[in-house]
């Protein structure tokens, strides 16, 4: 049981370039979100999705672009990086509400540099 | 808004000694969740606790949640040095318009001999 998988684990990009971060979980979670850590801030959302074709912003999700197509993948997408969106990335998935267990599970993290 | 507010921040214990890291939040919920983050590693679920009253046991580690002073505590036990690492509460918002999870800033502990 793999649980949430996160690629790549580190990644450097220049100022202006996309990339997207993958996120897998295989628990047939509905809820999977994405955070950002940086230091002294703890985790910040950025974007999350309550089920496949339904997604919704955080509190940061500006310069970050998201879609579900599917139950088990939510890849987050850079659009234009830049130096302020250097940080660690975590996915994470759980139940929604309604399953009544709600515990996320966390992927192993990205970091990411952006020069 | 839900906010949540972990204290203290920086945690420097001595082996042997007890500790608590108290979480407070600001608005209805009855249910938080503790997790561990070792450097460079991810996190780590720690207790689940649902209700009122709530309080989970493991090892040194002991969780309690007071939905009613929305309140949840982590007391460690006799620390050792293998207990370093950080340690964040996250409370569970119902209706999730803005995200289900709200976590606090996190509380480094350090266990020294």
């Known amino acids: 049981n793999a649980g949430v998988t996160q690629t790549p684990k580190f990644q450097v990009l220049k100022t202006g370039q996309s990339m997207t971060l993958q996120c897998a979980q295989d628990?047939?979670?509905?809820?999977m979100s994405w955070y950002r850590q940086d230091p002294g801030m703890g985790l910040r959302l950025i974007h999350y999705?309550?089920?496949?074709?339904?997604?919704d912003q955080g509190e940061v999700p500006n310069g970050y672009n998201v879609s579900r197509s599917t139950t088990e993948d939510f890849p987050l997408r850079l659009l234009s990086a830049a130096p302020s969106q250097t940080s660690v990335y975590f996915c994470a998935s759980s139940y929604s509400e309604g399953a009544g267990d709600t515990e996320a599970f966390f992927g192993q993290g990205t970091r990411l540099t952006v020069v | 808004e839900l906010k949540v507010e972990q204290n203290p921040l920086f945690l420097s214990m001595q082996e042997g000694k007890n500790y608590t890291i108290y979480c407070n939040y600001s608005t209805t919920s009855d249910r938080l969740y503790w997790y561990r983050q070792d450097p460079g590693k991810s996190l780590e679920s720690l207790f689940v606790?649902?209700?009122?009253?709530a309080v989970k046991q493991e090892g040194r580690l002991m969780a309690s949640l007071d939905t009613k002073a929305r309140l949840s505590t982590l007391h460690i036990t006799a620390a050792v040095h293998d207990l370093s690492a950080t340690y964040f509460c996250?409370?569970?918002?119902?209706?999730?318009?803005?995200?289900?999870?709200?976590f606090g800033k996190g509380t480094k502990l350090s266990v020294k001999p």
């Open positions: 628990m047939n979670h509905e809820y």
């Open positions: 999705s309550v089920g496949a074709g339904i997604t």
């Open positions: 606790l649902l209700s009122n009253g």
């Open positions: 996250a409370v569970y918002r119902y209706g999730g318009s803005q995200g289900n999870l709200i």
